[in-house]
């Protein structure tokens, strides 16, 4: 198995992935990303985000696509993982492990205090999987979001 850096050519496939992981997270219609938006969101002038691609046997298996934030506490920036998706038939085979290593190196490798990421509260699996490698829940924390209306009325637009 590798796990490789995403390129241009890998956009379908990691749009498909995207469709697959709302599907499992019981959200199937609330993808609204296209090609365009994630080659531009990608590869653009001015990426927001990147993503590793992990293929095994010459198949692709899963991705990640991930971005820095900042800790002013740390003084540094980190790594958050926004999606992790491994294949239905290439799970229990490391695949998953094998990308949260690799980006866990490459936090290590630029300088990062941290690598972050969220679960839904119902997906057992992944938060035993998460605990068995080190990660521990931020219990005090919730996730807060404005999007939509809410966003345009905070925005006073």
Not at 19 to 43: I, K, N, Q
Not at 94 to 104: M, R
């Amino acid at each position: 198995m590798i796990v490789r850096a995403a390129t241009p050519e890998d956009v379908v496939t990691i749009l498909g992935f995207i469709r697959d992981l709302a599907a499992f997270e019981r959200e199937p219609d609330a993808v609204e990303a296209s090609e365009a938006t994630l080659a531009e969101a990608l590869f653009g002038a001015s990426p927001a985000a990147e993503a590793v691609i992990a293929e095994a046997d010459g198949a692709t298996v899963g991705f990640a696509v991930f971005f820095h934030n900042f800790s002013t506490w740390t003084g540094r920036r980190g790594v958050y993982l926004e999606d992790l998706y491994v294949t239905p038939q290439a799970r229990g085979q490391g695949v998953g492990k094998a990308l949260l290593q690799h980006l866990a190196a490459l936090a290590l490798d630029r300088g990062c205090a941290r690598f972050e990421w969220s679960v839904l509260d119902w997906n057992a699996d992944a938060i035993a999987f998460y605990r068995s490698i080190g990660a521990v829940a931020m219990d005090e924390w919730t996730v807060q979001r404005v999007s939509g209306e809410a966003l345009a009325r905070l925005a006073a637009r």
